[in-house]
């Protein structure tokens, strides 16, 4: 079934989203008209400074927040049907998201930080213990299992972040600025690893950055958004 | 194919909740066939209970002092309501309850109308047969006699009848005579529980033919008898005024007899309690047969007996009904006031008192919950504090997947978990608590020379009704904080940075 969907056509497909914000009498368009599809297996940066509407977009596919018009699809299905509890096993089994603050659960070690998406999908313990475990293992912190967020480096949470966003196993992963709070070295072994999955392992990527540079080194295809619009 | 291909008019506004009303949101949806996501896999895999029991837990220890004291909190307050409730219990059991336990609520007395047109009798009409008018005054009076009594006593549910009846006459030994009132009892009845429990020694008689007595401690005494079970066979003398049958020319004539009767046996009224008076030990302390009344002839004096003897007819004053069960007082009673004769009950009474209680009741549990309330709302401003605290962890939930349900279902078993704990030590604390109540004043009374008595009272209805109560209570104040966690905007919760 699983195939059968894929070879239907895009992964994701944004057509006309539109996302406006009121702000006291002003409406603003954080978001207008942008329209792009994704295949399964890109890795694509989406480009632009801040508040061109970047964060809203992958919100927007996230399933976190819903379009003020237009549609988004998944796998060729309107999100826009979708009550809160569908849209939440959206989140929770097609996309895996990571952002700039890493967004850990500072009083939960790394292992239980990973293997809470899991718990909220009914998985019992000991398999989500050991997919956690496997998870960090493969992003080199297999010895950092049981320190919790503040007792690792900016790098090492973002790598947890990271095997948290793969847990249960997304379509996609939706990164929205993953270096923007770390050193360039430390944001080159990221993106080399975003890098490593999207060819080694077929993992479809949207990374969300305002650094041309990064960007250029290791996505393959861009959208550069200004003003909320796909600039051409 | 193109991926950046557009296709216009495609534009969704169905089931969008939170959508501004806009100019794009009027353009009708496209038609487009079923796709996998539209038929997700219902019912959803969901959290499993331990899991939301570990995170709860796990919240709680990370704000321990809060939880303590807002959980301690509860504890306060469930315990002055179990304290409050088990005083109004003990008052209840030491009042109502212990009168009840007796055999007062099975007794009814029987009044004959004859002298009683107007004012009624002793006691006090029974509400339900109020006295009839004054026009009603010619009709017959049905007589309480033998007769009626055995019609009585073949009502269902009646246990026994016997007229209550008493003489005066004088007791003798050696050189100490005096007068005293003389209780008459069918020697059937003595059979009944109530009257081997009054016993200090000895029996009752047991058959009307036996020319056997008993009397109270006290009147043994004055009689000079041996205490105890030294007092049983010793002989004493009666003399009573015995009338002779019909009427002479010159009115009633009456003539003394002497009786050497046995002392069957000593009594002591308090023995048996309240029910004492309603058995008619504690009307006197003499008690006799009805055959050894018959025989000595024991002139009864009152009005009734004095124109039952003019009359030639027998008619009793009053008459005890006792029933098996209080459940069977009603139906009797009515049965009885159709024979035309006023009755009362001692629930008459209590059923004042039983008001009283209730009012009490209602005052101590209203001051029990206030504290309770109280520390209901301490758990809602916990709870809300934590909320506020985890906006960012909330969105971090939900951003990775977890339901509105998911985060409801955390909050609400953290508020739970605060009226279940807080609410066993609440149970503990209020019954230590009213053991330690019991103890002190116990103390008090037997310094003072009391029986010791149960003051505050805790029965396992109300153990068990505490705890169900605090933690339902909890769940309710817990419903508005959960709920409320549970809509927070993860967009809006994540962009606290």
């Known amino acids: 079934m699983q195939d059968e969907l894929e070879s239907q056509g895009p992964l994701i497909e944004c057509l006309e989203v539109t996302k406006l914000y009121r702000m006291g009498n002003e409406t603003i368009h954080a978001l207008d008209r942008v329209s792009f599809a994704v295949n399964q297996g890109e890795f694509i940066a989406i480009l632009g400074t801040s508040g061109s509407g970047k964060s809203t977009l992958l919100n927007l596919l996230g399933g976190l927040d819903r379009p003020t018009g237009g549609e988004v699809r998944f796998r060729q299905a309107s999100l826009a049907p979708l009550r809160s509890k569908a849209l939440a096993h959206h989140r929770r089994k097609n996309v895996g998201m990571i952002f700039q603050s890493f967004h850990l659960i500072p009083t939960m070690t790394a292992l239980d930080n990973v293997a809470l998406p899991m718990a909220f999908d009914g998985l019992p313990l000991d398999a989500r213990r050991a997919r956690a475990e496997a998870l960090l293992a493969r992003l080199g912190l297999g010895g950092r299992l049981h320190h919790r967020p503040p007792e690792l480096s900016g790098g090492e949470q973002q790598r947890v972040a990271m095997a948290r966003a793969l847990a249960n196993n997304p379509a996609v992963l939706l990164a929205d600025e993953p270096t923007g709070n770390l050193d360039s070295a430390r944001s080159h072994e990221i993106l080399q690893i975003f890098k490593e999955m999207n060819e080694q392992s077929g993992q479809t990527l949207l990374l969300v950055t305002h650094d041309l540079e990064y960007a250029r080194r290791y996505a393959r295809r861009f959208i550069h958004l200004v003003d909320g619009k796909i600039a051409v | ?497």
């Open chain 2, 1 to 497: 194919m193109d991926p950046f291909r557009v296709r216009p008019g495609v534009l969704a506004f169905r089931g969008w909740r939170r959508a501004p009303p806009t100019a794009i949101n009027k353009v009708p949806f496209e038609d487009r066939p079923a796709t996998a996501l539209d038929s997700y896999p219902y019912p959803f895999k969901a959290m499993n209970f331990r899991d939301i029991l570990r995170l709860g837990l796990q919240n709680m220890q990370r704000r321990a002092l809060r939880f303590f004291l807002t959980t301690f909190g509860v504890t306060i307050g469930v315990g002055m309501l179990v304290i409050m409730m088990s005083v109004g219990v003990g008052i209840q059991r030491n009042t109502v309850g212990r009168l009840e336990s007796t055999d007062l609520f099975t007794s009814l007395t029987v009044f004959s109308d004859v002298f009683s047109r107007r004012g009624g009798p002793i006691f006090g009409p029974s509400r339900r047969s109020p006295m009839p008018p004054a026009g009603d005054a010619q009709k017959e009076r049905p007589a309480l006699d033998d007769a009626v009594l055995a019609q009585m006593s073949a009502l269902a549910g009646v246990r026994y009848v016997y007229p209550q009846r008493n003489f005066t006459a004088q007791l003798k030994r050696d050189k100490t005579s005096f007068e005293t009132m003389i209780t008459i009892l069918p020697a059937p009845i003595v059979r009944e529980p109530v009257y081997a429990q009054s016993l200090e020694a000895g029996a009752f008689f047991a058959s009307d033919a036996e020319d056997s007595i008993v009397l109270s401690e006290f009147v043994a005494q004055r009689l000079g008898l041996p205490a105890g079970a030294a007092a049983v066979g010793q002989t004493v003398s009666l003399l009573t005024l015995a009338s002779m049958p019909g009427l002479s020319p010159e009115g009633l004539s009456f003539q003394q007899k002497e009786t050497i009767v046995r002392v069957a046996g000593l009594f002591s009224p308090r023995r048996s309690g309240v029910s004492a008076g309603l058995s008619g030990l504690g009307f006197s302390g003499v008690i006799v047969s009805s055959g050894l009344a018959d025989r000595v002839g024991g002139f009864q004096l009152s009005l009734n007996s004095l124109f039952g003897m003019l009359s030639g007819k027998k008619n009793y004053g009053l008459a005890t009904v006792r029933v098996h069960t209080p459940r069977d007082l009603s139906a009797v009673r009515k049965e009885i006031e159709k024979l035309g004769f006023t009755t009362f009950a001692i629930s008459d009474a209590l059923g004042r008192l039983k008001i009283v209680l209730v009012i009490l009741d209602s005052i101590l549990g209203i001051i029990g919950s206030i504290a309770l309330v109280v520390s209901l709302l301490g758990i809602v401003n916990t709870m809300l504090m934590s909320i506020l605290e985890r906006t960012r962890e909330i969105g971090i939930m939900k951003a990775i997947g977890a339901e509105d349900w998911d985060i409801q279902k955390i909050f609400f078993l953290e508020a739970g978990l605060i009226g279940f704990i807080g609410g066993w030590a609440g149970v503990g604390l209020g019954w230590t608590g009213s053991r330690l109540v019991n103890w002190i004043v116990n103390r008090l009374i037997v310094q003072q020379g009391g029986d010791p008595t149960q003051v505050l009272a805790t029965p396992w209805w109300l153990v068990l009704g505490a705890m169900v109560f605090s933690i339902v209570v909890s769940l309710l104040a817990g419903i508005y904080p959960a709920r409320r966690a549970a809509r927070i905007d993860p967009v809006i919760a994540l962009r606290h940075d």
